[in-house]
């Protein structure tokens, strides 16, 4: 009984234990972050406010960088990730809702590139899912 214990408690916990290997919570917790850091841009034109959750030598971060001067601060704008998963290292796939001024979500099924940069993962580029 007491060999059964222990063997079924050694399972729960390496059951438990994350893989060092497997970036798949923090791939997804830093792609909320970055998209929700998006909207916060969105509203103010603030470039710093996505600079930690992206990667500033890749294109998204250079298309962002390129929209500043068009961004009228004070506007309001929430972006939120759903459904996301992880397709392979590096790649997280979801819906991402995007809610403007008029109150219209706009749905957009995206793939968004990650790398991994300064211990963290960071976007790279966005495009449309397949």
């Keep these: 009984m007491v060999v059964m214990l222990a063997v079924g408690l050694w399972y ?16 997804i917790e830093s792609t909320i972050a970055a998209v929700d850091a998006w909207g916060s841009f969105a509203a103010t034109g603030d470039i710093r406010l996505v600079s930690e959750w992206f990667a500033v030598d890749g294109p998204q971060y250079a ?23 992880v397709v392979e290292p590096g790649l997280v796939r979801g819906f991402v809702t995007v809610t403007g001024e008029t109150g219209e979500p706009q749905i957009y099924h995206w793939d968004i590139e990650l790398v991994e940069q300064d211990n963290r993962w960071k976007v790279w580029t966005v495009r449309t899912s397949p």
């Design 63 to 85: 298309q962002l960088v390129s929209e500043v001067d068009s961004i009228l601060p004070g506007g309001v704008y929430d972006f939120a990730l759903v459904d996301a998963v």
């Design 12 to 27: 729960a916990i390496s059951a438990t234990r994350a893989d060092p290997g497997d970036h798949t919570a923090s791939e």
